[in-house]
């Protein structure tokens, strides 16, 4: 359902972008703001493009402006107002759990560290990106820089990227030396090049966007990711519900040819993990083929074990479902459970589903939080494309929202098959999202604040006025 437009004049209050900062009125950003502004979009580049996974890693440059982004917020107050926001009243909530949990922790000093390494950093962002973003300008500033971050990250990738041991692309250091993590990285950045691709008029930057896109899921294919083909699926389905006849049109017919391109490049041991989502799968093997029993056989038994995790996940959700076992305790539960049982030891694996992760680590009460945020950012961006759809005056405004909602769509799927609740993932698109929202509305009275010029006439719709002559014959 399209939302209709109502353009009207705004009052001359708001003519200006407002912020964010608690207790800032007059509609301008201090220069407090605006130092930790800038290093949320240096931390926000560094940590997408993951540079110093690669070189200069001894510097420490993401720690040092994490450290100058908290003090940013704290002498500004701007994470008051991101608590205010509904987004982020859940992320307070999950994080007044996720604290809450920890007494009942089956070891409460390995959930401590849980708290202070990887949840304090990623509610840190969240509350920066909310907090700190004050405009419209500043917001769209900040996806871009996500974006080119992930380009970075692309590059990355092909340079220095690695598939000796597994056959699957990975980085040897870092965040990314998981495929399925890399895999999820680098498809969140193909919505934001769409944005790209659709936001400019440049035939040259059009045809760089699109070679962006294509070179990211060139990569993604070769990460081997089952749950990142899964979340570039339901992504493209959902762009196919939305799309009109001829757009349903042109996404089966360039669906198709993007699929046999991806196939011709990819080795076929990749194409036929791709194909293994069932422990039983047996291929069939030609003579001249490429086929890696190793590779065939790891990814059958992930499959198995990917299905007795999800299943302990819930049976410990079930066992436990008000705190859960604890932050970041469901290896140490599993492995227990596993000797009560009768075997020597257990898996010490994650539970390689984000959300059973939440359920069975921090309880229910946390997993509707989890989800609540979710489902909140993208009704958030869904409802603001559909406000700012059929006005070539907000196009711009429609684009980021629909990027970011793409972005949480290829989030909400590919940790159905990975364990990263906990990281800043979520934090940063939630937060952009949850920032949109909130200056957006103030852009948009700027924008329409003056009535869009009247659309000319026509040539075959025109009808001169003229008066008929005096003897002239009558029109009927």
Not at 32 to 50: D, K, N, P
Not at 213 to 223: E, G
Not at 441 to 470: G, K, L, S
């Amino acid at each position: 359902m399209i939302v209709p437009l109502r353009p009207a004049a705004a009052p001359a209050a708001k003519s200006a972008p407002v912020p964010l900062l608690a207790g800032n009125s007059q509609g301008s950003a201090t220069s407090v703001q605006q130092v930790g502004y800038a290093f949320l979009i240096l931390y926000l580049f560094l940590i997408y493009s993951r540079i110093f996974d690669v070189k200069l890693s001894n510097l420490h440059i993401p720690g040092i402006s994490l450290r100058i982004i908290i003090v940013t917020l704290v002498l500004t107050g701007a994470f008051v107002g991101a608590l205010k926001t509904p987004i982020g009243k859940w992320f307070g909530f999950l994080t007044l759990w996720f604290v809450l949990s920890i007494p009942t922790s089956v070891w409460r000093r390995g959930s401590k560290d849980v708290l202070v390494d990887a949840w304090i950093p990623a509610f840190v962002i969240f509350l920066s990106t909310v907090g700190l973003i004050v405009n419209y300008q500043q917001c769209r500033r900040a996806i871009y820089t996500v974006a080119w971050a992930l380009f970075v990250l692309t590059l990355i990738a092909v340079f220095w990227g690695s598939t000796e041991e597994t056959g699957r692309l990975y980085l040897p250091h870092g965040k990314f030396s998981n495929p399925n993590e890399m895999g999820q990285a680098l498809l969140l950045g193909m919505p934001l090049w769409g944005l790209a691709l659709l936001d400019t008029q440049s035939f040259v930057k059009k045809a760089f966007s699109s070679g962006v896109m294509f070179l990211m899921l060139i990569m993604v294919s070769k990460t081997g990711s089952r749950g990142s083909f899964i979340a570039f699926a339901a992504t493209l389905f959902v762009v196919f519900l939305r799309s009109s006849a001829i757009g349903k049109l042109k996404l089966i017919i360039g669906g198709f040819v993007i699929l046999a391109l991806l196939v011709g490049l990819m080795p076929g041991k990749l194409v036929r993990r791709y194909t293994s989502f069932s422990e039983e799968t047996d291929p069939v093997v030609n003579v001249d083929d490429d086929y890696d029993p190793d590779m065939q056989a790891t990814a059958a038994s992930s499959t198995k074990s990917r299905r007795e995790l999800l299943k302990k996940s819930i049976k410990f959700t079930l066992r436990h479902p008000v705190f859960g076992v604890g932050p970041g305790m469901f290896p140490v539960a599993e492995d227990a459970d596993a000797k009560e049982n009768g075997q020597r030891v257990g898996k010490w694996q994650g539970t390689h589903n984000s959300y059973t992760q939440v359920s069975s680590e921090l309880g229910i009460p946390a997993l509707v939080a989890y989800v609540a945020i979710i489902v909140l950012s993208l009704k958030q961006t869904t409802a603001l494309y559909r406000r700012t759809r059929g006005d070539p005056r907000l196009k711009g405004i429609g684009y980021c929202a629909m990027a970011l909602n793409y972005c949480l769509v290829v989030y909400a799927v590919s940790v159905i098959f990975d364990y990263i609740a906990y990281s800043s993932m979520l934090s940063v698109f939630a937060g952009l999202a949850a920032a949109l929202h909130q200056t957006a509305p103030y852009e948009i009275d700027r924008i329409t604040a003056t009535p869009a010029p009247a659309p000319m006439v026509p040539f075959a719709e025109f009808r001169p006025r003229w008066r008929p002559t005096a003897g002239a014959p009558q029109q009927a």
